[in-house]
């Protein structure tokens, strides 16, 4: 937006000043005229009009005669946030009924470049656990969801090529050839299994989400310490996470053929 020369307002009190134009559109109240905006927000005239013309300029708003709403501009800007808001309460649900049909941690995963970030748990009951929080971030070549993004998402491989591939454990996959293989045994059965790969005493299946667009969305699954989970439960585990990310799909739209 352009800067507004008025006295040598700094940026923080014009983006204030924005801040209380934007406030004055609601649900209630979606389209204000100008001498509404200037009266709810008590701001010289001159000023919230320079700023709400600004604004049009910039697509923070449109005009209608003389009523304004708030712009496709911001609308386009703000959909990804809302989007991923939508993900996590329709994903949610299915989290926690996995996490109560198994009894482990459930997780959904996204990706940013070469790592996979939590944005949504459903923790486990028992005593025994590995902490699984939102917000959390893990390498991608590390774990079952990483393996996911490496199966289903065409420009995971890319984000992690020339980046260091940590050795945590003796379990850890050393070279893309080991995550390229990981990667094919994971699209032919639909889930991947990993244990011992990030930590000695922890272990994780997931799955692939699509969204209503085909597009991967994320990778949904379990994280459990070894003690309780191990490779002989992967037979019976698998498919129910499988079927968990299939649930989650269909929530977000998707319509494609069964992995």
Excluded at 32 to 42: A, S, Y
Excluded at 65 to 85: C, E, H, K, N
Excluded at 131 to 152: R, S, T, Y
């Amino acid at each position: 937006m352009a800067a507004e020369n008025n006295g040598g307002s700094s940026p923080i009190l014009v983006l204030h000043k924005v801040t209380q134009i934007l406030n004055c559109f609601s649900i209630e109240a979606p389209d204000p005229t100008l001498q509404e905006i200037i009266r709810r927000t008590g701001l010289p005239s001159s000023t919230c009009q320079r700023l709400v013309q600004n604004m049009v300029r910039e697509g923070f708003l449109d005009r209608d005669g003389d009523r304004y709403r708030i712009g496709i501009g911001l609308v386009r800007w703000a959909t990804p946030g809302t989007l991923g808001l939508d993900v996590v309460r329709l994903v949610k649900p299915i989290l926690q009924q996995l996490r109560d049909d198994t009894g482990e941690s459930a997780c959904f995963y996204v990706r940013d470049g070469a790592f996979r970030t939590i944005v949504a748990v459903a923790e486990t009951r028992h005593v025994v656990m590995r902490p699984f929080m939102v917000g959390q971030v893990m390498p991608m070549h590390a774990g079952a969801a990483g393996k996911i993004f490496l199966a289903f998402d065409p420009e995971a491989r890319s984000a992690i090529t020339g980046s260091p591939l940590t050795k945590f454990t003796p379990a850890t996959p050393g070279n893309l050839a080991d995550l390229d293989r990981q990667a094919e045994e994971t699209r032919r059965q639909g889930f991947a299994a990993a244990f011992g790969e990030r930590h000695s005493d922890v272990g994780s299946i997931s799955a692939p989400v699509f969204d209503h667009a085909g597009q991967l969305a994320g990778a949904l699954g379990l994280g459990f310490p070894t003690q309780r989970v191990g490779p002989e439960d992967v037979d019976l585990l698998g498919p129910k996470v499988a079927e968990a990310a299939r649930s989650a799909s269909e929530a977000l739209g998707y319509q494609g053929p069964s992995i």
